[in-house]
């Protein structure tokens, strides 16, 4: 049985992110006319107002950028201390994970991680959630 995860924001794009998820596949929608990569997914460009797209495969490896530790819970399935992280991934979209095989005092700004994956599972059912850790 996957982990019980918060439930998920769910719209025709998120469930296209999600479905490459269950093969752990990591992409992202990036604009056919401009190039833009659209994180969070959505119907139009916010660069050229495209509705044209493709899903990009990426790399998996990212810069962190900053981070910070909720030493509140904020929900059951994810107790305090919980850190989270924001990731400018190697393409250059901003992307907002966990860390994951690090301990959380020795994040940097700059550091370099990669793509790991982590069972999860709510409402809409199991998935692979992309998280973070030591570059391999």
Same mark, same amino acid.
């Given at each position: 049985?996957?982990?019980?995860?918060?439930?998920?924001?769910?719209?025709?794009?998120?469930?296209?992110?999600?479905?490459?998820?269950?093969?752990?596949?990591?992409?992202?929608?990036?604009?056919?006319?401009?190039?833009?990569?659209?994180?969070?997914? !959505? =119907?139009?460009?916010?660069?050229?107002?495209? +509705?044209?797209?493709?899903?990009?495969?990426?790399? @998996?490896?990212?810069?962190? /950028?900053?981070?910070?530790?909720?030493?509140?819970?904020?929900?059951?399935?994810?107790?305090?201390?919980?850190?989270?992280?924001?990731?400018?991934?190697?393409? !250059? =979209?901003?992307?907002?994970?966990?860390?994951? +095989?690090?301990?959380?005092?020795?994040?940097?700004? @700059?550091?370099?991680?990669? /793509?790991?994956?982590?069972?999860?599972?709510?409402?809409?059912?199991?998935?692979?959630?992309?998280?973070?850790?030591?570059?391999?």
């Amino acid at each position: 049985m996957a982990t019980q995860r918060p439930i998920r924001s769910m719209d025709p794009y998120a469930e296209q992110f999600w479905t490459y998820t269950q093969k752990k596949e990591f992409r992202l929608q990036q604009c056919s006319e401009c190039n833009k990569f659209r994180w969070p997914p !959505g =119907p139009s460009c916010d660069n050229c107002l495209s +509705d044209q797209f493709q899903w990009t495969p990426m790399k @998996g490896r990212g810069k962190v /950028l900053s981070w910070t530790t909720f030493h509140r819970a904020y929900f059951p399935e994810y107790p305090a201390p919980h850190t989270s992280i924001a990731l400018e991934l190697d393409e !250059g =979209p901003l992307f907002v994970s966990y860390p994951v +095989d690090i301990d959380v005092k020795s994040l940097r700004e @700059g550091m370099v991680l990669s /793509l790991r994956w982590t069972d999860g599972e709510d409402k809409f059912g199991a998935y692979n959630l992309p998280v973070f850790g030591p570059a391999t």
